[in-house]
């Protein structure tokens, strides 16, 4: 490799400084969007209890019975996917704010289930369902799969963070030099 003294000297790979990768999901993940992201994950989170403890209670007492099952089981997945949900934004927040370390929310995360649901019954029975319930089960899914999403992100950051990779052009550079040290 020519210096700008006009001298030469062999180039080899580990003269390469480690590559790094900007992780876009563990920026995201303690960013403003997060904090908003917690927000609304956690006021979806009240006013779904509050609507199934209040008007919704009163709501599935008037369903007819194959209605009111559906209510049952739909109320239960909302229920669900919301703990879900607010569990892993707990678990990140406590990572944000210094509370554990990235390994052990990763443990703990393993924990929480952000498999996709869809509802619970056909559509025909879903538009007899009460609206706010039929609003509460959209809001949650779209919350889900944006929660689901981030996850996702953090895990393959994680994996990444794990096993640093070299340069394509080091590696190939590498292999020229060794073909030519023969």
Not at 14 to 42: C, Q, V, W, Y
Not at 72 to 83: N, V, Y
Not at 156 to 176: H, I, T, Y
Request: aromatic letters at 6%; a positive charge; glycine letters at 4%.
């Amino acid at each position: 490799m020519a210096r700008h003294d006009g001298s030469t000297r062999s180039w080899s790979a580990a003269d390469e400084p480690e590559a790094k990768t900007i992780s876009f999901a563990d920026r995201l993940a303690a960013s403003n969007a997060f904090k908003s992201l917690f927000k609304e994950g956690m006021t979806l989170v009240e006013e779904a209890a509050a609507y199934l403890d209040g008007p919704g209670r009163q709501e599935s007492r008037q369903l007819r019975r194959p209605v009111a099952l559906a209510y049952a089981t739909e109320s239960m997945r909302l229920t669900t996917r919301l703990m879900q949900v607010a569990s892993w934004l707990l678990l990140q927040r406590a990572v944000n704010e210094g509370e554990l370390t990235s390994a052990q929310a990763l443990s703990e995360r393993r924990r929480v289930r952000l498999a996709e649901q869809d509802v619970a019954c056909g559509a025909d029975l879903f538009e007899e369902l009460p609206p706010a319930l039929r609003q509460f089960s959209l809001k949650s899914m779209r919350l889900q799969a944006r929660v689901a999403h981030l996850d996702r992100s953090l895990a393959v950051a994680d994996g990444l963070a794990a096993a640093p990779r070299r340069s394509a052009v080091a590696s190939q550079f590498a292999r020229v030099q060794a073909a030519f040290a023969r």
